[in-house]
């Protein structure tokens, strides 16, 4: 085998597996707890609101 074909073999798995750690079961990324959805949700929410806020503000200053 060529150098080449090293590296081919040794290149990262691709496909949806790229985001798990290892050691991670895929239940823990296919379905998330309760008070995990309620974190993101919350999470969420919270991004939205500085959005519209940082977005007001651009907007009231950009009208000065």
Same mark, same amino acid.
């Given at each position: 085998?060529? %150098?080449?074909?090293?590296?081919?073999?040794a290149?990262? &798995? @691709?496909?949806?597996?790229?985001?798990? %750690?290892?050691?991670?079961?895929?239940?823990?990324?296919e379905?998330? @707890?309760?008070?995990?959805?309620?974190?993101?949700?919350?999470?969420?929410? /919270? &991004? /939205? &609101?500085?959005? /519209?806020?940082?977005?007001? /503000? &651009?907007?009231?200053?950009?009208?000065?």
């Amino acid at each position: 085998m060529s %150098e080449t074909d090293d590296q081919k073999l040794a290149s990262p &798995a @691709t496909g949806p597996y790229l985001h798990r %750690e290892k050691g991670i079961p895929s239940e823990e990324y296919e379905h998330p @707890t309760t008070h995990q959805m309620r974190i993101i949700g919350q999470r969420r929410t /919270e &991004a /939205e &609101a500085k959005l /519209e806020r940082q977005q007001r /503000e &651009a907007r009231s200053k950009f009208h000065e």
